[in-house]
Nanobody, 124 residues
Framework: QAQLVESGGGLVQAGGSKRLSCAVS????????MGWFRRAPGKEREFVAA????????DYADSVKGRFTISRDNAKNTVYLQMNSLKPEDTAVYYC?????????????????WGQGTQVTVDS
């Protein structure tokens, strides 16, 4: 079992930055890859970023590449998403998720534990 709690969301102006955190309870955090997804109003949940169990491998959606950075601190059981140069189209509820394996994946089906989400609103 694992519980994931996101924090750090809120309102930010276009061009600004936000750092999301996801605290994970339960054992073996450093065994699994972690991911961030988002759901904008009226849209499907979409992949944002993922990181391998040790942090050595990452993957990003094309829409955020170069602006967002995923990282993790296995000593703190926490994964982060640093978001820079935010755009209004980044407005969404952001979810962190724990993968079923140690490798990052873009597929929703590759994750079996999810947080409740944190709202990020980018004001133009």
């Amino acid at each position: 079992q694992a519980q994931l709690v996101e924090s750090g969301g809120g309102l930010v102006q276009a061009g600004g930055s936000k750092r999301l955190s996801c605290a994970v309870s339960g054992r073996s955090f450093n065994t699994y890859a972690m991911g961030w997804f988002r759901r904008a109003p009226g849209k499907e949940r979409e992949f944002v970023a993922a990181i391998s169990w040790a942090g050595g491998s990452t993957d990003y959606a094309d829409s955020v590449k170069g602006r967002f950075t995923i990282s993790r601190d296995n000593a703190k059981n926490t994964v982060y998403l640093q978001m820079n140069s935010l755009k209004p189209e980044d407005t969404a509820v952001y979810y962190c998720a724990r993968a079923v394996s140690s490798s990052p994946s873009k597929q929703v089906s590759a994750y079996n534990y999810w947080g409740q989400g944190t709202q990020v609103t980018v004001d133009s």
